[in-house]
């Protein structure tokens, strides 16, 4: 290089450089980070959506109803669990009352429910059904007695009629 004898300077008049932010690698950099990005962006809205449709509650005749399905799954629907299966009844028709008429009888024993049932609710068929169901299911909790094959299915049933009886009409 040589000096400008007027300024005083270095001449660089022939050296150029291009900045990096107009080469090409550059570019093709920034394309591969945004579609990076793009992803990461996609998956967690994905992942999210997941995590909401499981926290997403269900309906409560829904609930009650894949409860009773997840009994039946467990194979509790038959007489040698016919204690446990009694316990799990009561306890999903309660909590389905409690959820689908606001009925407070979360902490009621089974006698009381169908005294509370009678006093409040205005289907008698139900009311019938559900004593039939609750109060067959005292001697098999209480007494440890074997209950018939036969009758554990039909108050699966009854259960189960219940619940789609009195669930609101889907539009």
């Excluded at 090409?24 to 990076?36: E, M, P, Q, T």
């Amino acid at each position: 290089m040589k000096i400008n004898e007027a300024t005083g300077l270095y001449e660089n008049y022939g050296l150029s450089q291009v900045p990096f932010w107009q080469k090409d690698n550059f570019k093709v950099a920034c394309v591969i980070v945004g579609v990076v990005c793009v992803v990461i962006v996609v998956f967690l809205c994905v992942w999210a959506y997941k995590n909401y449709q499981k926290r997403r509650k269900l309906s409560p005749w829904d609930q009650a109803l894949f409860d009773l399905e997840e009994l039946q799954k467990g194979q509790k629907v038959h007489v040698v669990y016919g204690k446990e299966f009694y316990l799990a009844v009561s306890d999903i028709i309660k909590r389905y009352l409690h959820a689908r008429f606001k009925y407070d009888v979360l902490g009621m024993t089974d006698g009381e429910v169908v005294e509370y049932l009678k006093k409040h609710h205005a289907d008698p068929v139900i009311i019938q059904d559900i004593e039939v169901v609750l109060n067959g299911g005292i001697i098999i909790k209480f007494a440890n007695a074997q209950a018939a094959q036969e009758q554990i299915e039909q108050d699966y049933e009854r259960v189960v009629g219940i619940i789609k009886s009195t669930a609101e009409n889907k539009k």
